[in-house]
């Protein structure tokens, strides 16, 4: 019962920035960890970062990290994931995913959100 709502995606150019949220709201929110994962057209889902309730952990895939920051807003339900120096292998739908501890597996989390767009242009 769970509910997720990312927002945020867009079209950019190479270099350019995009600021990604995603909203949670129902009885079970708790002290969830929250994380994003991306899917690319053709590839596997594949993780992209996870923060801890506390913001205390926190897990970067190699390929975003120095340009990715997660962080989250617990008064607002919310976490977001600053994009920077975008790519065009950074283009995929962006999900966001809430579960009871921040991981970088799929079945750690047990709900998901819709899903938003993210396309950069070379």
């Known amino acids: 019962q769970v509910q997720l709502v990312e927002s945020g995606g867009g079209l950019v150019q190479a270099g350019g920035s995009l600021r990604l949220s995603c909203a949670a709201s129902?009885?079970?929110?708790?002290?969830?960890?929250m994380g994003w994962f991306r899917q690319a057209p053709g590839k596997e889902r594949e993780f992209v970062a996870s923060?801890?309730?506390?913001?205390?952990?926190?897990y970067y895939a190699d390929s975003v990290k120095g340009r990715f920051t997660i962080s989250r807003d617990n008064a607002k339900n919310t976490v977001y994931l600053q994009m920077n120096s975008l790519q065009p292998e950074d283009t995929a739908v962006y999900y966001c995913?809430?579960?009871?501890?921040?991981?970088?597996?799929?079945?750690?989390?047990?709900?998901w959100g819709q899903g938003t767009q993210v396309t950069v242009s070379s």
């Open positions: 995913a809430i579960g009871p501890v921040a991981a970088t597996q799929e079945g750690a989390y047990a709900a």
């Open positions: 129902g009885r079970t929110f708790g002290t969830s960890a």
């Open positions: 923060i801890s309730w506390r913001g205390s952990t926190i």
